[in-house]
């Protein structure tokens, strides 16, 4: 069999327990364990930081523009996400302020 659709079928099987596992173990009507609830309220957030981290660690701070594209994205990202609420808009946002509009400034 060819490796690259074992390959295929692998990550396909792999992505299906992923989404499908979260229902058997928490079947509706139980109530759902304190870790778990706990993990869903933190997670989003220590996601936010280790983006702002991994984003930032490329930066050339002794540069000639001294960080300033990054700073600027990550400030239009918290800005957007104090506004809205919303992670997935605020991230989406600050990454396409950052790849298309600072970069083609800051060249």
Same mark, same amino acid.
């Given at each position: 069999?060819?490796?690259?659709?074992?390959?295929? #079928? #692998?990550?396909?099987? +792999?992505?299906? =327990?992923?989404?499908? #596992?979260?229902?058997? +173990?928490? $079947?509706?009507? !139980?109530?759902?364990?304190k870790?778990?609830?706990? =993990?869903?309220? +933190? #997670?989003?957030?220590?996601m936010?930081?280790?983006?702002? +981290?991994?984003?930032? $660690?490329?930066?050339?701070?002794?540069?000639?523009?001294?960080?300033?594209?990054?700073? =600027?994205?990550?400030?239009?990202?918290? /800005?957007?996400?104090?506004?809205? !609420?919303?992670?997935?808009?605020?991230?989406?946002?600050?990454?396409?302020?950052?790849? /298309?509009?600072?970069? !083609?400034?800051?060249?």
């Amino acid at each position: 069999m060819n490796p690259i659709l074992i390959s295929i #079928l #692998l990550m396909a099987a +792999v992505t299906f =327990l992923t989404r499908w #596992l979260p229902f058997a +173990v928490f $079947r509706p009507g !139980q109530p759902i364990p304190k870790t778990i609830a706990y =993990l869903g309220q +933190v #997670l989003p957030m220590a996601m936010m930081a280790m983006l702002v +981290v991994y984003g930032l $660690r490329t930066a050339s701070w002794l540069g000639p523009y001294h960080g300033t594209p990054e700073l =600027l994205a990550l400030a239009l990202t918290g /800005f957007i996400h104090h506004w809205k !609420q919303n992670s997935l808009m605020s991230i989406g946002c600050g990454t396409l302020f950052y790849v /298309f509009l600072v970069q !083609q400034i800051f060249r």
